[in-house]
């Protein structure tokens, strides 16, 4: 009976402790999942090693709506007239041999994948800031761009302006756009500015693409007048902004951590309830 006794007591107290080694593996799993480590999944932004060049964010702030700029028809117009809906901003330069271009055509793409109806739930403008540049050469990109969308897509939801060096350095001042010349080229950071109907700053997406739910959200927001990453309560906690990688970004390693803890413990649940069943039984045949 003392053997048997020391056995089952043996047998008990190592599956208690397996039993807290994985209750103790589920929790350290639970928190890792939650709280990564922020640098494995950051993004470097480049421009910002480059003096004078790069985007001081200016969330919240108006873009002043007096300005005056071409439109490719070579009409001026300010750009209140333009921005009375969320609007996409891509400050660019439209001779520029490679990002301006690869900017502007993956938007085109985006544009084409986006559900909400464009000139009605918003709009695009693209301002150059050369100043050397013309409404002709705005107007060619443009119908180059337009091109690119596949799906039907009023002309006049997206504007392709130009203006002189006076006014696009206020603008680019107002959203925190610093660029350089260099030459007849620019140096310049590579993003795209949301507004909202009344010309505020509500995000900035950094890169060349641009995933369509982004831009969803962004327009969203922007329709709102909300300068924040969240939508509601169940896309704040699956979808967040990244302030780091510039985009929205489903939490998946929160959600599989919350998953994994739940099995888990459920799982260490059913151990122990299984062994207070089986115990008894152990007891009473002996």
Sequence with gaps: MGILLKGYS???KGEAGHSRALLFLGY???FSLIFPQP?????????KDQKGIGIDEKLGQIIPLDLTFQEETNHSVPLKKLIDRPTILALVYYSCPDVCSFLLHNLAGTLNQLPAEP??????????FDETEKPELAREKKKLYLSMIEKPFPEDAWRFLTGDQENIQKLADSVGFRFKREGKAFQHPVAIIILSPDGKVTRYLYGMEFLPFDMKMAILEASEGRVGPTISKVLR???SYDPKGRKYVFNTLKVAGIVTFVCGFAFILFLVFKSRRRHPEERSSE
């Design 28 to 30: 350290l799993l639970f």
């Design 237 to 239: 906690f699956c979808f």
């Design 10 to 12: 043996t047998h008990s």
């Design 119 to 128: 000139g009605k739930e918003y709009g695009v403008v693209a301002i150059s």
């Design 39 to 47: 640098g494995l999944y950051s993004h470097v932004d480049h421009s």
